[in-house]
């Protein structure tokens, strides 16, 4: 069994930063891509930045500039450094990672429990 335990979320005023961490932990063989999403109150889940086992990245257009996602391989973590907050930026964050489980020929998908992000005005 693989385990994300994300932590970091709080609240700020806008213009401000918050780091969020995301660890993996179990059963872990490799851990290929690894992201975060966020929901909104009364909206879908959203992709905000995704990170490839290489480093590669990819972010949504509204936190381009403003968010940096990065990853510690050795320490199965990804981080999400979020500078110049908006309003529009609060939601619940989740972290993603696509995982090769320990001893098994496939990936799965897992999500974290998610961490509370509110900026205010």
């Known amino acids: 069994q693989v385990q994300l335990v994300e932590s970091g979320g709080g609240l700020v005023q806008a213009g401000g930063s918050l780091r969020l961490s995301c660890a993996a932990s179990?059963?872990?063989?490799?851990?290929?891509?690894m992201g975060w999403y966020r929901q909104a109150p009364g909206k879908q889940r959203e992709l905000v930045a995704t990170?490839?086992?290489?480093?590669?990245?990819n972010y949504a257009d509204s936190v381009k500039e403003r968010f940096t996602i990065s990853r510690d391989n050795a320490k199965n973590t990804v981080y999400l450094q979020m500078n110049t907050l908006k309003p529009e930026d609060t939601a619940v964050y989740y972290c993603n990672a696509v995982v090769q489980p320990a001893f098994k020929p496939y990936e799965s998908n897992y999500w974290g429990q998610g961490t509370q992000v509110t900026v205010s005005s």
């Open positions: 179990g059963s872990v063989f490799r851990i290929n891509a």
């Open positions: 990170i490839s086992f290489g480093g590669s990245t």
